[in-house]
């Protein structure tokens, strides 16, 4: 009995000894999980830049491909379609009654 308090004792304190570095652990590993996510993330942004960059220093097209567009200029019996997001108005957005 008295050797059931005494190992049930040892392994409160080991518990308290080392719950908080647990927690702190937990805490950091999740930070290391959103860092890794933004990293990521710029990563990507990184990769599409140079791609843009190597293709203005060696593609001719697309370096006037993407002046056309800036300046908003055609060349004769072309069409040009414009797939720009819609922007939302006032008008457009409605309050949904409550259900009674």
């Known amino acids: ?3 059931g308090f005494i190992l049930l004792g040892v392994l409160l304190v080991i518990l308290a000894a080392f719950y908080p570095e647990w927690v702190r652990y937990n805490s950091l590993a999740s ?6 996510a933004i990293l ?5 942004d990184r ?6 960059v190597h ?6 097209e697309y370096v006037e491909i993407i002046a056309r ?7 004769p019996d072309e069409q040009v ?16 009654p409550d259900a009674p």
Do not use: H, N, Y
């Not at 293709?55 to 001719?60: G, V």
């Not at 567009?69 to 060349?75: A, E, L, Q, S, T």
């Not at 997001?85 to 957005?93: D, G, I």
């Open 1 to 3: 009995m008295i050797s």
């Open 31 to 36: 930070e290391l999980d959103e860092k890794r």
């Open 40 to 44: 990521q993330a710029q990563e990507l």
């Open 47 to 52: 990769d599409q830049r140079e791609r843009e």
């Open 55 to 60: 293709l203005l220093q060696t593609d001719p």
């Open 69 to 75: 567009d800036k300046i908003g200029v055609m060349k």
């Open 81 to 96: 379609f414009r797939l720009d997001a819609p922007v939302a108005s006032e008008s457009s957005v409605r309050a949904v």
